[in-house]
């Protein structure tokens, strides 16, 4: 065979071997670097025999075999420069081909667990509001200003049944659970059935490029719960309300939010508004907040309300210092742990309450969180003690302080917590089970018999998620509230959702 048929196959041996060098991409038993390692090795072999043929080291050839002249050589090496050139060429497609490949399959990864997220981890929206961040390309810019938003649209049906008496028409105190509004020693029972969409949501979130040294971004949230509006007869109207709004600059958070001393994260997948109410401290207000990594220190909104002498509530409005909140976040693949505690003082003036003007400081501490049991399911909990902190609890089951017989402010202790368990049965379908409980140690010479000593209630849901956005579940919840009288309520709901996150 000439060599002018050696360097032609050789050629053809290269351009299959070029053609392919695709194959492997797609192939699941040996990877394209293993490949290509094979391929320069057998061109390189095929290069040195080609080498050894242009210059022989033996005896001179016989004329019957012609020498390699000088031209012939350089021919060859510069043919062999070129087949370099060809092989490094291909090695680098299949080394942007692979690099593709494995930027397409981390994509496909992220947005697997971007979709099982939003599957899985759809408890009450307001999470959402503890991370200012926004996602590279997320959004759309106005100026300097990158704005995303998202929320979601809710329909609640509630049939529910309460022992001691008929709640008001046309109250928000149909649409979830507020335990000291549990009715207690009516002549009759209630039995009521409303629809509603006042759950719903709106947020924006905003990120401003301040340069690379700071960091400024802010929220607004916006929903139409607890306002005014039209009745069931005709319109279902209903005035929206602020009630998120914070600014972000670095380690500094300025506007109203939820209370540091709460942790939103902790909250259990439910459909009802919170799920928990007698076991869970609940709050948002104006506060001034520094975090550092899991630290965080805030100042926030003072509000002093008083049991009086008959026991009604009273509002003081004239408090002097800030509630001071205290907290720290622990997190990892097992979960999320906080502990938080809370100092803050009380005060009444001569003209808030009977000619009274007294302070007194309330405490305490709290712990929570969501850990993991198995791939799926989750534990969630919160334990909360203290004294003062009755506006804190329950949406304010009970007061924070009584007036005694001196005139002095006296703090009422109070002690709370839940527990709940959520497991997934398919990819599709979710359960959770839950429980709380809160009891006050009101001084009852001073606030009356007929403020509430203990409330508890349990709940139980299924939720279909057919789609990734879409909730569709029914749960059932069960309430007690007992009076330090004696004297109890319960509330039986039977309660249908569909939910759509966007």
Not at 144 to 161: E, F, P
Not at 213 to 224: C, P, T
Not at 333 to 342: C, L, M, P, S, V
Request: glycine content about 10%; proline content about 4%.
């Amino acid at each position: 065979m000439s060599r002018t048929t050696v360097r032609r196959a050789l050629r053809a041996g290269l351009l299959a071997a070029t053609c392919l060098t695709a194959a492997p991409l797609m192939a699941q038993e040996q990877s394209v670097e293993d490949r290509l390692e094979r391929l320069e090795r057998l061109v390189e072999g095929l290069i040195e025999r080609l080498d050894n043929q242009a210059a022989p080291t033996g005896p001179a050839p016989q004329a019957s075999t012609p020498a390699v002249t000088g031209s012939q050589a350089a021919e060859m090496q510069a043919q062999q420069a070129r087949m370099a050139a060809e092989m490094q060429a291909v090695r680098q497609q299949a080394q942007a081909a692979l690099d593709a490949t494995r930027a397409l399959e981390t994509r496909q990864t992220q947005m697997a667990a971007s979709q099982e997220k939003l599957v899985f981890d759809q408890t009450e929206m307001s999470e959402k509001i503890i991370d200012f961040e926004i996602a590279s390309g997320e959004g759309f810019k106005v100026g300097n200003t990158r704005v995303t938003y998202d929320g979601y649209v809710k329909l609640d049906a509630i049939s529910q049944r309460t022992s001691g008496g008929q709640l008001p028409g046309n109250s928000i105190l149909r649409d979830f659970l507020i335990p000291v509004a549990i009715p207690v020693g009516g002549r009759s029972s209630g039995f009521d059935t409303d629809f509603s969409a006042r759950q719903t949501r709106f947020l924006f979130k905003t990120e401003t490029d301040v340069g690379t040294d700071h960091k400024l971004s802010g929220l607004i949230e916006l929903d139409f719960n607890v306002t005014a509006g039209g009745d069931e007869r005709i319109s279902n109207s209903f005035v929206p309300r602020i009630r998120n709004a914070l600014i972000n600059y670095d380690n500094w958070t300025f506007g109203q939010g939820w209370t540091t001393f709460m942790n939103v994260g902790a909250l259990p997948d439910t459909l009802d508004f919170i799920g928990v109410t007698p076991g869970t401290a609940f709050d948002r207000q104006p506060l001034i907040r520094y975090t550092n990594g899991g630290l965080q220190i805030a100042v926030e909104q003072p509000e002093t309300v008083v049991t009086s002498h008959t026991g009604a509530r009273v509002i003081a409005g004239d408090d002097q210092l800030p509630d001071i909140v205290g907290r720290y976040n622990w997190n990892g693949d097992w979960g999320n742990f906080t502990i938080t505690a809370i100092a803050r003082q009380l005060h009444i003036s001569e003209d808030d309450l009977l000619g009274i003007d007294d302070a007194a400081w309330g405490y305490g501490t709290s712990v929570s969180g969501k850990l993991k049991v198995g791939p799926r399911d989750d534990f969630r909990f919160t334990a909360t003690v203290g004294e003062g902190l009755g506006r804190y609890m329950g949406l304010n089951i009970v007061n924070d302080a009584a007036i005694d017989t001196n005139g002095m402010l006296n703090p009422i202790a109070t002690y709370s917590g839940f527990a709940a368990y959520r497991h997934v049965w398919s990819d599709k379908l979710r359960s959770n089970i839950a429980g709380s409980y809160f009891k006050a140690d009101n001084p009852v010479a001073l606030t009356t018999d007929q403020v509430t000593d203990e409330s508890w209630n349990g709940f139980v849901n299924l939720i279909w998620n057919p789609v990734g956005p879409l909730n569709v579940g029914v749960e059932f919840l069960y309430a007690e509230r007992m009076l330090e009288d004696g004297r109890s309520g319960n509330l039986q709901r039977l309660q249908f959702s569909t939910q759509y996150n966007f």
